[in-house]
């Protein structure tokens, strides 16, 4: 073995991490070579000095621990509200997680209920996988039928459209819609009874067609004659 | 890795999945148990507290991000940590791109601008660690990257070859080189620490 060789084991690496091979080998030369021996002697775990070091408390570290927690947990909670999924929102505000659907449910379906009562018996097609869902809101919802074909209105832009479904649990309204992204808005559209009902909000169409999760917040308005009142809806893309 | 290591491994893995699945406290808890190693190891590659801090915050915002993404059975703390070293050499280009040397112009002086009242049984310690975080910035970002998890962080060449994603011969060999080039760092800037502790042994 070289000498710049024993002094590269010796000095890059602990004896524990050597093969035996190495091992052998490096013993052997500093049985022959005084020098190096006497450099093994001398040589102090550069380890043992490190560990003092490593160990030692870091002034300002613990303020830091606090603020990078902090600033995380805040930064985290503001994504989380951009994208959660339905209801877990409110368990970041320390709702149960039961607590939170069955009230939205219950609510949901008293609205539904309140919709449902002229038109008692119609039966509906409950759609397999849901793409859009409605968060119980306390305004008006809207009253949707199962659409057979994509709205077709004349506020309807050209661009992308995708079809959703809004479900409800039993007894409730299971309807087609159409998710129409145009420039800065992003419109949601259905057909009840021929009028096209809507819910629109300015919201960057890349983020709805990229995204799986994404809110669209908005307020409701109405080609209907049927008195339907505007009022404010909350609805959950989920992919 | 020790039965120990794996069991943490374990229990942050389980505290991420708790995570996913919508359990908000269980992200706070994870960022509590992990937070002290990670601003560690960011301050070590970065030499400087703040540098760090944007660095911590970063990663853990990047493991909350990208949670859904984690495969179960797979180590949660290599993943961790391979996001922690990226975004410390993240940081560490940008500080080069300013022109900015950390250590020397922002770093141990802002560093200690922060600093509490010294306790006195950590005082010797502490100026060594000074000392050592101020040498680490001498070392090239990839040697100093695994002297810090090998030799501060004291991991498993296996376990940095996963972080790193290199080969364990290539972490070995830029463990060795990395500790005789600090080595003679020590030996060249602070000859009274080194030959304190050779005489000591």
Known sequence: MRHSKAIYLLEGFDARELSPRQKVSLDNHLAACSACASRAARTPSLQDLLAAAAQAEISGFDQALETVRHSTLRAARQEASRTLPLFAWARLGGWSPVTVPAAALAGAFLVGLVLLLPRTGESRPVPAEPLLQAQASPTVPPAVEPAAAPAEGPRKAAGHAREARETRQSGALAASFDVVRSGSEVRIEWNRMQPLHHVSKAQDPQQVQVAGRHLVHGSTWSDAADGQAPGSVTYYLVD | ?201
């Open chain 2, 1 to 201: 890795m020790s039965a120990d290591s794996s069991r943490v491994i374990e229990s942050w893995a389980s505290l991420l999945v708790r995570s996913r699945e919508g359990d908000s406290l269980a992200f706070e808890e994870l960022l509590r148990a992990c937070e002290r190693r990670v601003l560690t190891i960011a301050f070590q590659i970065t030499g400087n507290l703040q540098d760090a801090q944007d660095v911590a915050q970063e990663s853990f915002l990047r493991v909350y991000r990208s949670r859904d993404r984690f495969q179960d059975g797979r180590s949660f703390e290599a993943w961790l940590y391979r996001i922690v070293v990226n975004q410390a050499r993240k940081s560490l280009a940008r500080r080069r791109k300013r022109g900015m040397r950390s250590l020397e112009e922002a770093g141990v002086e802002n560093f200690r601008d922060l600093s509490r009242p010294d306790p006195a049984q950590s005082a010797v310690a502490g100026d060594l660690s000074d000392k050592v975080v101020k040498l680490l910035q001498e070392l090239s970002p990839r040697l100093r990257t695994v002297f810090i998890l090998r030799d501060l962080q004291g991991m498993e060449t296996a376990e940095i070859a996963l972080i790193l994603s290199r080969t364990e011969t290539t972490v070995r060999r830029h463990s060795a080189d990395a500790r005789i080039r600090m080595r003679r760092l020590l030996e060249e800037r602070h000859p009274g620490n080194f030959r304190q502790k050779v005489e000591k042994d």
